[in-house]
């Protein structure tokens, strides 16, 4: 098995977790919890120092759509920044980034065809702060050449790696696409058919949530 390290936000978001898996029987002991945020630098070097993969598997998701998006863009979008710039000043042999189907599937497609990963929502159109959060931190974890080029550079351990030319960051990754379904969680509100993953964060089997990752 692998030894694991997580994040919390506080050290009461830390105690609770302990709690929590502690209460179900869990061995609590053989976790690492570490305090870092996704809106502050402090604590991800510590949290990834020594790490050979990092999981970067979640933002900001509410139950109720904020007034102002930047609540949810900053951090998603910064707080990927952070994440993967630790990875790379580490070493991390491999980085995976769960994304969402609010990526790729809000923005109509004048051709009817499925979705798939070459495929981008427009984040100037109306959506969700939610969705917009999602686009604009998965095109942010692309986008700086340093930043790949440092986990590329990093990133070539094992013989594994050393055939993976393109890295720790190497490509886009559909998860769960099914087309010919709708999201019914009231984050998409554009009509019309929509691809759909196995769950998605409202846990309903036909949710257009699904993830990607970039690994």
């Keep these: 098995g692998h030894r694991v390290r997580t994040t ?13 898996l502690t209460r179900a029987g869990a061995d609590a002991t053989a976790l690492s ?19 050979g993969y990092v999981l970067h598997m979640a933002s900001p998701f509410p139950a109720q759509q904020p007034d102002d998006p930047e609540e ?22 491999r980085v995976v980034l769960t994304s969402s189907f609010a990526a790729i599937g809000y923005s109509p497609k004048p051709s009817g065809a499925p979705y798939d990963e070459t495929d981008w929502t ?16 998965e095109r942010a974890a692309w986008g700086p050449r340093d930043l790949r080029a440092g986990l590329r550079r990093r990133g070539r351990g094992g013989e594994g790696d050393r055939r993976r030319a393109r890295g720790a960051l190497g490509r886009r990754t559909r998860v769960g696409h099914r087309p010919e379904s709708r999201c019914n969680h009231g984050l998409c509100n554009q ?3 929509r ?9 309903a089997a036909d949710c257009g949530e699904g993830g990607f990752g970039l690994g």
Aim: charged fraction near 25%; hydrophobic fraction near 40%.
């Design 33 to 51: 919890v570490m305090i870092a945020d996704l809106t502050a630098d402090d604590g991800w070097d510590d949290a990834v120092s020594g790490a």
């Design 191 to 193: 009509p019309g058919p």
């Design 72 to 93: 949810l863009i900053g951090p998603a979008r910064d707080g990927t920044l952070r994440v993967l710039r630790a990875a790379a000043r580490h070493g991390v042999r």
């Design 8 to 20: 919390v936000r506080s050290a009461r978001r830390r105690d609770e977790l302990i709690d929590a």
């Design 122 to 137: 427009d984040p100037s159109q109306d959506n969700s702060p939610y969705v917009v959060s999602k686009t604009l931190a």
């Design 195 to 203: 691809p759909r993953a196995a769950t998605g964060p409202c846990g």
